[in-house]
């Protein structure tokens, strides 16, 4: 399975595959119909209290990312379902997300996990 990240501000492609939103929140201002979410996965997400803490601030994105992993690996059965509706759905999904940053967003260690389970 081919996965990608996608802010969900951007517009929703043929190419995205199953469209799968990643956060806990929806993202404000985003209506539904322009999402095209087919999943939303709020159980894989940071925890509220993670989520909070962590406020998007860079110099606590290293100690977010351990803090994270570690939510991640007591959730193992939700993930390989997530996988299993993913693949059902086709070869080829997108995490969309709302955070601004691209580069220091959950979806990211989401991704790298996703793809290491088979």
Known sequence: ????????????????GTRVLVDGLWPR????EKAQIDIWAKDVAPSSKLRTWYGHKLERWKEFS???????KGKKA???ALVQE???????A???YGAKDTEHS???ILKDVLEKIK
Do not use: C, H, N, W
Request: glycine share 6%; hydrophobic share 35%; no cysteine.
């Open 106 to 108: 959950q979806a990211i």
């Open 66 to 72: 351990k803090k994270y992993k570690e939510e991640l």
């Open 94 to 96: 997108t995490l969309v």
């Open 29 to 32: 201002g985003v209506s539904k």
């Open 78 to 80: 939700e993930l390989k």
């Open 1 to 16: 399975m081919k996965l990608f990240l996608k802010r969900a501000y951007e517009p929703a492609g043929k190419e995205d």
């Open 86 to 92: 993913m693949k059902k759905l086709g070869p080829t």
